[in-house]
């Protein structure tokens, strides 16, 4: 069952077309819940094995609070006024930098420069607050390394 979801969840974080990443998947969570009540329906037999059970609760816990944080930052982007008034001000900023400035090469270039500096840091955390879906995006390699560590134990468990 805990195969089944790092599958869902994977191929729902990180899908071959990245516009059509799925935060909350309702059949993703049904199986997280199957497998948390899968878990709560076993009877350790002894202090070891309650120890264990105690310790995949706690994981699955943790998976279920980790996937309501990032449901809930779906669509908690940056305001857009924020960033309008951000680049108004800036743009002002920048109009009177130039407006006192020397006419000169140098200046010029040296502004020019600026401008894109701090226009590149505004489109980078523009750019963050997409993290699965973006250019800059979160490595699917961890979690694709995960399913595939999950597939080969089972066999592995048959071995003398």
């Known amino acids: 069952m805990l195969l089944q979801y790092a599958q869902h969840k994977a191929a729902d974080l990180f899908p071959d077309d990245r516009a059509e990443v799925r935060l909350s998947n309702p059949s993703s969570y049904e199986l997280l819940q199957r ?3 899968m878990l709560l329906a076993l009877k350790p037999a002894n202090p070891r094995d309650q120890w264990w059970l105690a310790q995949a609760m706690t994981l699955a816990a943790k998976i279920g609070d980790t996937r309501w944080l990032i449901a809930q930052q779906v669509g908690q982007g ?6 309008a008034l951000l680049v108004f001000w800036l743009a002002l900023l920048f109009a009177s930098f130039g407006l006192f400035a020397p006419p000169n090469l140098t200046s010029a270039i040296t502004l020019t420069l600026c401008a894109l500096a701090v226009a590149g840091a505004v489109a980078m955390f523009l750019e963050l607050e997409q993290g699965f879906g973006g250019l800059v995006r979160i490595s699917p390699e961890p979690m694709r390394q995960a399913v595939k560590t999950m597939e080969i134990e089972p066999s592995n468990q048959n071995a003398p």
Do not use: G, I, S
């Not at 940056?78 to 960033?83: G, H, I, L, S």
């Open 78 to 83: 940056t305001p857009k006024a924020f960033v």
């Open 35 to 37: 497998l948390e009540d």
